[in-house]
């Protein structure tokens, strides 16, 4: 099926669904327009010729879009004149897509997309027509579904307090089981660590018994150190007094036997000089210097 039209100043042959482009229309995106001038409708049962167009023919198309073609380049020139000129020109179009061909005002083409349309529209009213109670909500069905998932759910899976006390419970028991083995262990490891103590203790007690006797003896000798020193400084502290006074009577012999005899009735007085030190004999001297040297 298909038809020959006149649009433009141009013959065009199309059929349902075709897109075509004519020379630019003032129609809007979207909108459709008639083709009048129907120059022959070929269809299935017969040919219709226009004389110069078929009566009661026409050509429904939707826009689709208002555009410009590609650039043509436009030479001129004129030879052996040093004429020429070039320009560019893009032609406005409009395309179009045919949608039907009516005849006396019936259809007898369609386009796919409008058969489509049309088969699925009967199922769609349908549909839409169904009573509103038939259609159960989505939300009663999930409802529906999460009761009935709680329910298997409690019925089939014990709780988990119970699930925590029978886990307690046998916990319980295994533990009351294995105390009695575990006091057995404990005094079998206890015993061998209170011999080993008491072991220890009387080792300890023989050492200490063994140090005591040497402790005495460092004491006792401690004692007779100390009493020792005591009387090596008294000795120290008496001798210098003796020989003082051995000194002194030596010093009183001399004086008594180098004295001349005194006439009698003579008084004798021998001055006294409290400054002048005695003097001290070579015996003395070294008695003196060999102390020094025993300090």
Do not use: C, W, Y
């Not at 320009?87 to 409009?94: A, L, M, S």
């Not at 999460?146 to 329910?151: G, K």
Request: aromatic letters at 2%; proline letters at 5%.
């Amino acid at each position: 099926m298909f038809a020959v039209v006149q649009a433009g100043g141009r013959q065009l042959q199309v059929s349902p669904s075709d897109i075509v482009r004519v020379d630019k229309l003032t129609a809007e995106v979207g909108s459709e327009i008639s083709l009048g001038r129907v120059l022959l409708l070929k269809t299935d049962e017969a040919t219709h010729i226009g004389q110069p167009t078929v009566e009661n023919a026409e050509v429904r198309a939707k826009v689709l879009r208002h555009a410009r073609g590609k650039k043509i380049k436009v030479f001129f020139f004129r030879r052996r004149k040093d004429s020429k000129k070039m320009k560019g020109h893009r032609q406005d179009f409009t395309e179009l897509q045919v949608d039907a061909f009516l005849l006396d005002g019936e259809v007898i083409g369609r386009s796919a997309l409008e058969e489509a349309a049309k088969d699925v529209s009967p199922a769609v009213e349908e549909t839409v027509e169904a009573p509103a109670e038939e259609i159960p909500s989505v939300e009663e069905s999930v409802a529906e579904e999460v009761v009935a998932v709680a329910v298997e759910a409690s019925e089939e899976e014990p709780s988990v307090e119970e699930t925590v006390a029978e886990e307690a419970v046998t916990v319980g028991e295994e533990a009351s089981e294995e105390q009695p083995a575990v006091e057995e262990a404990a005094s079998a490891e206890e015993a061998p660590a209170e011999e080993a103590a008491s072991a220890e203790e009387a080792a300890v007690e023989e050492a200490v018994a063994e140090e005591a006797p040497a402790e005495q003896a460092a004491s006792v000798e401690e004692t007779v150190a100390e009493e020792a020193v005591a009387v090596g400084e008294e000795a120290s502290g008496e001798a210098p007094a003796v020989e003082a006074s051995e000194e002194a009577a030596s010093v009183g012999e001399a004086v008594v036997k180098d004295k001349p005899s005194a006439e009698p009735g003579a008084s004798t007085v021998v001055p006294k000089n409290e400054d002048a030190a005695p003097e001290a004999s070579p015996q003395a001297t070294e008695n003196h210097d060999s102390e020094s040297e025993k300090e």
